[in-house]
């Protein structure tokens, strides 16, 4: 099972001297290590003890087979599914070996488990409203905030979100034929809005839209929905959304574009984690800090054209502006990045449909022009983007270390790169013939009327936002013709 890992690994693109490859390794030592042990341990008691261990033993030995099981299930690497089918083999095999370690008991009790795990499942999928909690905690595991279940709805943060029959978001039935195919992470998908992008575009051209965003995913991974749901429903536009935060952080690109595999849509051996983390987010309040991550952010309280505006930053998205050109263009994040964006153009033109970029600019790109003399805003910027970019064969990761400069100086070198994400996107699109709409201009022009772009805590944008975005591409591809 460890060579068949491996060997999916490969097979799905992971290289090992990467920071993703290396990521990869480094989640096999926790199953390999158990195993040995399990292994190790049961031969021994099997030379020592001829006689059937105690019960605790063999509840031990069944505790470590859910943990590995919920590591397996849990672990964003889908070749480690293929270690928990070695972790579920184990007990069988030990048994037929006559190792008393692994008595009938212990068997009967694994199994019966087993079944109760299934009937569950089986429960659940068709009629989730039997547990009215079981939806929403599924859908606040981060990395099932895109679902890929279908058929299930769940509220967060006062959003309802609702996934179709394929599951992505929309309700069903899920047509035959579509007119666009929306793709993107969770700025497609659209979190924090009731009425993400794509639905507010499908309201004002009456055309049949598609949504197939998903949450921390980036252009690699948009390559999955677009071959498995979008192209055999004959669309006319395929729309990428591209967001400038953190699309680019990826080192890692699928060899073999297809839809989701089995191990992505079971949702059982997630309910335990996300409920500890429902537990843990219960007596952990959120807090408004200067010390700001992905999902605690600063607010600032500041008059734009007459209107008080709540302004909030991400600092691990806004630390990619102090990226500069030459880094952006000679990593293996850019290679990775413009390769999948070719590889959609590829399909979709190949399907007879017109391939359009969107670039989704960072909120702190917007707002720069109207913050940048705002002296306390921008001292607080510095002290918080404590991120640098860290080297790894070529590949860079975006990790804290980053000390603060002197105001001035940080703020000439935000100048400096502000737009060259933007700009190198710009020239690659007109170097391949793809049509890109860039809504960095007119996104400012709305956060220069003073209008808010967000809600407080949140990182993505609001439905006026959406709405926008929504016309903007409107008007944009009613000057196309498939």
Not at 217 to 229: I, S
Not at 302 to 328: C, Q
Request: charged share 15%; net charge negative; hydrophobic share 40%.
């Amino acid at each position: 099972m460890l060579f068949l890992s491996l060997n999916q690994g490969v097979a799905e693109g992971i290289r090992p001297l990467t920071p993703y490859g290396f990521r990869y390794l480094q989640s096999l030592i926790i199953p390999v290590s158990a195993l040995l042990s399990f292994f190790l341990f049961a031969l021994l008691t099997k030379a020592r003890n001829p006689q059937p261990p105690k019960p605790f033993l063999q509840a031990f030995f069944i505790t470590l087979s859910f943990v590995l099981t919920y590591w397996a299930a849990t672990a964003p690497l889908r070749p480690n599914w293929l270690l928990l089918i070695g972790v579920w083999l184990t007990f069988p095999l030990l048994y037929a070996a006559d190792v008393r370690l692994v008595g009938q008991n212990a068997l009967i009790s694994l199994a019966s488990i087993i079944v109760t795990l299934i009937l569950l499942e089986l429960l659940l999928r068709p009629f989730p409203q039997i547990w009215p909690r079981y939806a929403q905690i599924v859908g606040s595991n981060w990395r099932r905030l895109h679902a890929d279940i279908p058929d299930i709805s769940y509220e967060k943060d006062g959003v309802l979100y609702q996934t179709n029959s394929i599951g992505f978001r929309g309700s069903n039935p899920v047509p035959e034929k579509v007119d666009v195919a929306a793709l993107g992470d969770s700025f497609t998908f659209g979190v924090g809005s009731e009425t993400p992008w794509p639905v507010q575009l499908e309201q004002v051209t009456g055309l049949q839209v598609l949504n197939l965003g998903m949450g921390g995913t980036d252009p690699p991974k948009h390559v999955y929905p677009l071959v498995g749901f979008g192209l055999n429903r004959d669309p006319s536009f395929v729309i990428e959304g591209y967001f400038e935060g953190n699309d680019f952080f990826t080192c890692y690109q699928p060899a073999r574009p297809s839809g989701p595999r089995w191990g992505d849509r079971l949702i059982l051996p997630d309910v335990a984690g996300s409920l500890f983390q429902t537990l843990r987010s219960g007596w952990r309040e959120q807090k408004i800090t200067s010390e700001l991550t992905y999902n605690s952010v600063t607010p600032f309280q500041k008059t734009i054209n007459g209107r008080e505006v709540l302004l909030t930053f991400s600092p691990a998205y806004s630390a990619t502006l102090l990226m500069d050109r030459e880094t952006l263009s000679s990593s293996e994040n850019w290679r990775i990045t413009t390769g999948s964006l070719l590889r959609m153009q590829q399909l979709t033109e190949r399907s007879g449909g017109i391939f359009m970029l969107v670039f989704l600019p960072d909120r702190t790109h917007v707002y720069w022009p109207l913050i940048r003399g705002d002296e306390a805003l921008v001292r607080t910027l510095n002290e918080d983007m404590i991120y640098h970019w860290q080297e790894s064969f070529g590949c860079y990761v975006l990790v804290p270390g980053r000390k603060p400069a002197d105001l001035e100086s940080f703020r000439q070198a935000v100048d400096r790169s502000i737009n060259d994400q933007r700009a190198l996107l710009t020239e690659f699109a007109q170097s391949e013939g793809i049509h890109l709409l860039d809504l960095t201009g007119p996104l400012r022009d709305l956060a220069a009327q003073g209008l808010t772009l967000h809600d407080p805590l949140e990182t993505h944008y609001n439905d006026l936002v959406n709405q926008k975005i929504g016309e903007w591409i409107a008007e944009e591809i009613s000057t196309l013709q498939p």
